[in-house]
C-alpha cells in the first residue's frame, strides 16, 4: 500500500454540509465582526470586512455553495488568494484534518459553478476541498470575466483592464468632498492609526506605519489637496497606492464605497490643472477623480524619496519561523495550542466523571460523536479560572485523543519565533513559552505531559 505526505486542511460547517481549505493559505480565524455592504457586487459577497487592520472583501460561503445565507453570527476565515486576501464567512470552524494526499479524490466541474476540487472522509463525513485561488476570483465589482481584477484593487505588478463603458471607482471622503480613485489604481484599502512623524519630512508626509514587516510612508491626502485637515484627528483608513514601484498610503477621512460610474460622464483635465486627473459628473454628485501620477507628481515624488526607507524594515524577520496555533480563552487567559495538535473543536456536553485521584490527568470522559474521549481538566491543572463551558477542543498526537473544555475557541493565530519567550519547568510542564500579541500575553500550551503520562491511552473507542 502505497503512501504519501498529509495535506493540512481547515475544516468548516457550511450550511450543514462540511468543506475544507488548504491551511497553507488560511492566514487567521476570527469571530464574526461588522460588516460594511458594498454596491455592485455579487449577492454573496458581504461588504468590507476589518480584520487585524486590514479592510477585505467578505463572501458569505453558505450562500455561495449551499444556497443558505450565514446570517448574524457564524465565524470568518481570513484566506490569502492569487488575487486579494479574501474573509469566508462560515458557520463554524470544526477542526483540522491531516490527510494523505493518496486519499484525496479529485473532482471534475466543468461548468466552473463550483470552486470544489476534490472531496475526502473525515470524522465518518464527506468532505469537499475548496479552491481559495478560484473564491478569490469570484471577488469583482459585478459579475467579471476570469483575469478581472479583484474588489480592492490589484496585485502589485498585476496589468489591470479596464471597461470601456464604465469606470469602477473607491470613493473617499476628504475635507467634506468626495474624491475618486479607480479600482485598478489601488493596491488595498488598510486601517492605521496614527503613523510615527518624520523630522525634516515635507508637511504632505504624516509619518511612517509598519504594515505586514514593510515600511510605508502615509501621506495626507488633505495636505495633497491643499484642504482643511481634520480636528478630531480621528480618520484612520489608509488608501495605498503605487508610483513607479514604491508604495504610498494616503490618508482619508472615510471610505464612502464602492462605485460603478459611466466613462462618458469622465470629462479630464489638462496636465496643468492641478492634482485632480479629471470630473465625474451623474445625477446625484460630482466626483474629483485622483490618480497616483497627478497626485504623487514627479517633482512631489523627488520630495518623498528621501523618507522612503529601502527594502523590508526588518529583512531578519523574512524567513522567521512561524508557530500557528488555535487560540483559547481558559478562564480569564489566553492560551495557545499548537494547530497541528488541534483534532477538532465540538459543542461543549456536560462529561460524565471518573473516580481518580487528586493528581490524576484524566478526570473524566465525554462522548463526542461517538466516541468516548478522555477529558483533562485543563483549566484546573494551570489555575486559570472557571467559566470554561464554551466548547470541547479535541487534541492528540495521533496515537491518542483528549478533551479540553474552553471558554471559547477564540481562532487561528501566527506568532513569530522571535515573539516566543521560553519558560522553564512551569505549570506542571503544560507551558512551554509566553508569546506578547497584540499587548496581549498568550501562553503556548504542550501535550508533552499528557503523552508522558498516559502513554498507553488508546483514545476514540466506540462507544456502545
Known amino acids: 500500500m502505497s503512501s504519501s505526505a498529509p495535506v493540512e486542511f481547515l475544516v468548516v460547517d457550511v450550511g450543514g454540509q462540511c468543506f475544507a481549505l488548504d491551511t497553507i493559505q488560511v492566514k487567521t480565524a476570527v469571530a464574526a465582526l461588522p460588516v460594511t455592504p458594498l454596491p455592485f457586487v455579487p449577492a454573496f459577497v458581504e461588504g468590507l470586512v476589518n480584520i487585524n487592520d486590514r479592510i477585505v472583501p467578505q463572501m458569505d460561503l ?171 484627528a480621528a480618520a484612520r483608513s489608509v488608501v495605498v497606492v503605487q508610483r513607479e514601484g514604491h508604495l504610498y498610503g494616503l490618508r482619508v477621512d472615510a471610505i464612502d464605497g464602492l462605485h460603478q460610474l459611466a466613462v462618458d460622464q469622465l470629462r479630464r483635465l489638462d496636465e496643468g490643472n492641478g492634482e485632480v486627473a479629471g470630473v465625474l459628473a451623474t445625477e446625484d454628485a460630482l466626483y474629483a477623480l485622483l490618480t497616483p501620477a497627478r497626485l504623487i507628481g514627479e517633482q512631489r515624488h523627488r520630495q518623498f524619496l528621501p523618507f522612503i526607507p529601502q527594502g523590508r524594515a526588518a529583512k531578519e524577520k523574512v524567513t522567521e519561523r512561524l508557530h500557528t496555533v488555535l487560540q483559547v480563552a481558559l478562564g480569564d487567559e489566553a492560551f495557545g495550542i499548537p494547530l497541528g495538535q488541534i483534532r477538532r473543536i465540538t459543542d461543549y ?80 510542564g503544560f507551558v512551554q513559552a509566553v508569546a506578547s500579541v497584540d499587548d496581549r500575553l498568550i501562553s503556548l500550551l504542550s501535550l508533552a505531559p499528557l503523552m508522558a503520562a498516559t502513554p498507553g491511552v488508546a483514545a476514540g473507542g466506540s462507544h456502545d
Open 349 to 428: 456536553s456536560a462529561p460524565e466523571s471518573v473516580n481518580a485521584g487528586a493528581d490524576a490527568l484524566v478526570t473524566g470522559a465525554v462522548n463526542v460523536e461517538g466516541r468516548v474521549v478522555p477529558v483533562v481538566d485543563m483549566a484546573g491543572r494551570l489555575r486559570a479560572g472557571a467559566g470554561n463551558e464554551g466548547a470541547w477542543v479535541i487534541v492528540g498526537d495521533g496515537n491518542a485523543e483528549w478533551a479540553i473544555a474552553v471558554r471559547e475557541a477564540a481562532g487561528i493565530l501566527d506568532i513569530p519565533e522571535s515573539a516566543l519567550e521560553p519558560m522553564g519547568a512551569s505549570r506542571d
Open 62 to 232: 453558505g450562500l455561495l455553495l449551499a444556497a443558505r445565507a450565514t446570517g448574524a453570527g457564524g465565524e470568518l476565515v481570513l484566506v490569502e488568494t492569487s488575487r486579494s486576501p479574501c474573509a469566508l464567512h462560515v458557520a463554524h470552524i470544526l477542526g483540522k484534518a491531516d490527510i494523505a494526499a493518496d486519499a484525496l479524490q479529485p473532482l471534475a466541474d466543468d461548468s466552473g459553478a463550483l470552486p470544489v476540487v476534490a472531496r475526502f472522509e473525515w470524522e465518518r463525513q464527506s468532505v469537499m476541498v475548496l479552491d481559495v485561488d478560484r473564491l478569490g476570483s469570484l471577488i469583482g465589482a459585478r459579475e467579471l470575466p476570469e483575469g478581472e481584477r479583484g474588489l480592492l484593487g490589484r496585485l502589485q505588478g498585476e496589468d489591470v483592464r479596464q471597461d470601456d463603458a464604465t469606470l469602477d471607482c473607491i470613493v473617499v471622503m476628504v475635507g467634506g468632498e468626495r474624491y475618486a480613485l479607480a479600482l485598478g489604481d489601488l493596491v488595498e484599502i488598510l486601517d492605521i492609526p496614527a503613523a510615527t512623524p518624520v523630522p525634516g519630512a515635507p508637511a504632505a508626509v504624516e509619518g511612517l506605519a509598519i504594515v505586514r514587516e514593510e515600511v510605508l510612508l502615509v501621506l495626507s491626502l488633505a495636505t495633497l489637496l491643499q484642504l482643511p485637515a481634520r480636528a478630531d
